[in-house]
């Protein structure tokens, strides 16, 4: 397993920007897929975006594409998370997620971070 420490959050109005990062733990990261969930309060958690190990790949949510880009830097240990356009429902707790995987099953990755709020006002 990797450790994961997200940062970035905070609170935005509608329409801004912020940018998600998420630090692994030296080691392996290169070899994981890495995806972002989040987790608005009484729902369940969902996936956001998902980036394979070398970035060829990437599945985005339909309610965020075009809005939202993740990206990866392996040499850095890094996993990115650019929100544009931000709309009040993308209000949540974000959290990146370590797996072997491109999928939106929370089930399939098996680290975790802590999470980081992310309040978009009206």
């Known amino acids: 397993q990797v450790q994961l420490v997200e940062s970035g959050g905070g609170l935005v109005q509608a329409g801004g920007s912020l940018r998600l990062s998420c630090a692994a733990s030296?080691?392996?990261?290169?070899?994981?897929?890495m995806a972002w969930f989040r987790q608005a309060p009484g729902k369940e958690r969902e996936v956001v975006a998902a980036i394979s190990q070398s970035s060829i790949t990437t599945n985005y949510v339909d309610f965020v594409k075009g809005r939202f880009t993740v990206s990866r830097d392996n040499a850095g240990n890094t996993l990115y998370l650019q929100m544009n356009n931000l709309k009040p429902e993308d209000t949540a707790v974000y959290y990146c997620?370590?797996?072997?995987?491109?999928?939106?099953?929370?089930?399939?990755?098996?680290?975790w971070g802590q999470g980081t709020q992310v309040t978009v006002s009206s």
């Open positions: 030296p080691g392996n990261f290169r070899l994981y897929v």
């Open positions: 997620a370590a797996g072997p995987t491109v999928t939106r099953s929370n089930s399939a990755y098996d680290s």
